[in-house]
């Protein structure tokens, strides 16, 4: 069981900055004639430096993995740490700048499912060409169509044209076939975060299955419970760096301090950022700021102090303020609003809240600030938003003494709400 | 420990894994499948364009060339003629422009998942193989008619000939179609410029009329366009009109083989990082 299917050395991947995308040869020469002739260069975004051009950007800056047979390995890691140049670059979708890559066994890769197929085709003509495409001969989907059509769900529908599918059908059709490969190595990108949720639990059986059966499973993605469900080793990827490879908990736990450890500031100056859309015209908030704390962590139960400098050119009769809370992987949570500020006259005003933390458990949270403005129809019209994410760090200590019991996350959330009262009225 | 593949940064120069491409065969019938089970659908003639399409072309190049201008067709019947030009023709232009675009054409599914790329320019050209045998299919037809109908025909052991040039044909649009598609990914004008291209291309090659129409001193040179002799010899197989001497034929192989390694070599090189650039 312990033989090496997967071995990583070095793996490098290179792109360049300013040149990604089709050029035309015609821009290109204009652009070759304009640094000739020392000018600016007229294919340029604006804003962009003109020293960023064929700047190289590592994606990925040497990666050194062994992968051993019957693992389940997951990868996560922030948007943005090379997870899916990683996973193209496995597929072959596309070659690494430097390194090697040793592979024992075929690989089916699923970056996305349902590849190839094709609306007019009916769903039986698109599982010989997903298969084909996938890496498979007309003899072996002969073999294994029943069964795929049995897993997909959709033996009613199998001659029908897919576009008439709905799209989770679709989906159903499209993992169907692909987990009928008989590939060594499964190269998978958040597939499973598709069709309804009977579906995706018996995705993950099948999943689970395969590891089991000797075949070693690569995933990726956001969601921590699949990646708890279905993985035995996780890697923590971070700027294209392997920051950490091993327990899949602990790796939770690095990705999650990973991705809050550059935020948690005390104080955000927000006065000049970029609004959206049209926010920030009649108010504008220009900072907000921790309170009494040295950094933005609290214990659950203590209020969270903070005040916000922020300016309004005219008067606005009712306004409301709010702050929705999320998890570290941008999971919305709760919101919590001000009571209403009636009459707030125009000029330059600090205002300081309170929001008792009771609530939140344990973990790393964000929040957006946002000001909003109740209309005479009683409607809100957001005013401004604090264009940065501001992070907090939860922490509940001496559960036991504070008559809680652990909170497990993943089964009931990251709210505790206000304790029902419980009563003996046995006779 | 023996693994089974090695994924490197470089690349040899002529890095095609044939045995791979062959495991894929089944891809190449089920893209060319696709393509012909989709082409029609939804439109009222169905598959009847398959036919309409080329009578529709060579009769407006019998009026045109054959009518109007009066060029000669070395003797031959004007619409066996043109019927007969427009076939090898229509099949080499539809090889290069349906393999050129092969990247930027199907950049959501290379994207996703790995095959060895040739596949899709492979099965475009056995596509557009098959469109051609349509076009021959009618030439036999029209050709056994005028045979019933009294009108003289030269058919001899030459026919031969037919499947080594519609091989040859079929190789070099593939070789220019994967050189023009290496070279879209980084300049998209290009496929702009294949449309155009193939159009020159047709007027420099003896398809509306017949190489004896060149001055003699520009013949020598004229017959280095490699479709040149390819088109020739091909009218001289079927309708038995005047033939070359065989080693401008042989120069066309050359240039044939060369362009399909130049093509095969950039495109291998290409098709490994693409996907960075499309």
Not at chain 2, 63 to 76: I, K, P, Q
Not at chain 2, 192 to 220: C, D, H, N, R
Not at chain 2, 264 to 274: A, C
């Amino acid at each position: 069981m312990s033989e090496t299917v997967i071995k990583i050395e070095n793996l490098k991947k290179q792109y360049r900055l300013g040149t990604i995308g089709g050029r035309t040869l015609n821009a290109e020469l204009q652009s070759w004639w304009a640094r000739k002739r020392r000018k600016e260069d007229p294919n340029l975004r604006i804003g962009e430096e003109r020293s960023d051009y064929g700047k190289p950007f590592w994606a990925l800056k040497g990666i050194d993995l062994e992968v051993k047979k019957g693992e389940a390995l997951g990868i996560i890691g922030a948007n943005g740490a090379g997870k899916s140049t990683f996973l193209k670059i496995l597929s072959r979708v596309t070659a690494p700048t430097e390194g090697d890559i040793w592979l024992n066994g075929r690989v089916a890769s699923m970056l996305e499912v349902g590849t190839g197929f094709h609306g007019e085709l009916t769903g039986r003509e698109n599982i010989y060409m997903n298969g084909a495409i996938l890496g498979m001969t007309k003899k072996e989907v002969d073999r294994k169509i029943e069964s795929i059509i049995d897993f997909s769900e959709c033996r009613e529908f199998i001659d029908t044209p897919v576009k008439r599918y709905s799209s989770g059908m679709y989906v159903k059709l499209a993992f169907a076939v692909a987990s009928h490969l008989d590939a060594e190595i499964m190269v998978m990108d958040e597939v499973l975060a598709v069709g309804d949720m009977k579906f995706q639990k018996k995705c993950l059986g099948r999943m689970g299955d395969e590891a089991r059966s000797g075949r070693t499973v690569l995933y990726v993605s956001h969601n921590m419970a699949t990646i708890r469900n279905l993985c035995t080793r996780c890697i923590v990827l971070d700027k294209g760096a392997l920051i950490f490879d091993g327990n899949v908990e602990e790796a939770i736990g690095v990705y999650r301090a990973e991705l809050v450890k550059d935020d948690l500031l005390l104080r955000i100056e927000c006065k000049d950022m970029l609004r959206r859309n049209r926010l920030g015209m009649k108010s504008h908030i220009s900072t907000f700021e921790f309170c009494d704390v040295d950094i933005p962590e609290y214990l659950a139960g203590d209020t969270m102090l903070f005040s916000v400098y922020w300016y309004n050119p005219e008067q606005i009769r009712d306004a409301i303020a709010r702050i929705t809370i999320k998890t570290a992987e941008d999971e919305l949570i709760a919101t919590s609003e001000s009571q209403i500020m009636h009459n707030v006259g125009s000029g330059d005003h600090i205002t300081r809240f309170r929001f008792n933390t009771k609530n939140l458990v344990d973990g790393m949270y964000k929040l957006v600030f946002s000001i909003s403005e109740i209309n005479e129809f009683a409607q809100t019209e957001l005013l401004d938003e604090i264009p940065q994410v501001i992070s907090f760090r939860i922490i509940e200590k001496d559960l036991y003494k504070n008559q809680k019991a652990r909170w497990i996350k993943s089964y009931w959330g990251n709210i505790r709400l206000d304790p029902m009262t419980a009563e003996d009225i046995t006779v | 420990m023996e693994y089974t593949t090695h994924i490197k940064a470089k690349s040899g120069w002529f890095d095609i894994d044939l045995k791979e491409l062959f495991r894929y065969r089944d891809l190449v019938f089920l893209f060319v499948k696709r393509t012909y089970t989709t082409m029609y659908k939804q439109t009222i003639l169905g598959p009847m364009w398959l036919i309409l399409n080329p009578l529709i072309t060579v009769m407006l190049y019998a009026f045109v060339f054959g009518r109007v201008a009066g060029l000669s067709t070395d003797g031959a019947p004007y619409f066996a003629f043109y019927l007969c030009s427009n076939a090898i023709w229509s099949f080499f232009a539809t090889c290069i422009t349906e393999t050129s675009s092969t990247f930027t054409a199907n950049a959501a599914i290379l994207g996703k998942v790995y095959f060895p790329r040739l596949v899709m320019p492979i099965s475009s050209v056995v596509t557009a193989m098959l469109n051609m045998m349509i076009q021959l299919g009618i030439l036999v037809f029209v050709l056994v008619y005028y045979g019933l109908s009294g009108v003289e025909l030269h058919i001899s052991r030459a026919v031969l000939l037919v499947p080594v040039l519609i091989i040859q044909t079929g190789l070099l649009g593939l070789g220019c179609g994967i050189i023009v598609a290496a070279l879209t990914t980084k300049y998209r004008d290009l496929v702009i410029l294949v449309s155009f291209g193939v159009q020159l291309w047709m007027y420099a090659s003896p398809v509306v009329y017949t190489f004896s129409q060149i001055p003699e001193k520009y013949l020598s040179f004229y017959l280095l366009n490699p479709m040149a002799p390819i088109i020739t010899v091909w009218r001289h197989a079927i309708l038995g009109t005047k033939g070359i001497q065989g080693i401008y034929w042989g120069i066309s192989w050359l240039i044939t083989v060369a362009v399909l390694f130049t093509g095969i070599i950039l495109f291998s090189r290409i098709e490994r990082t693409f996907m960075d650039t499309v």
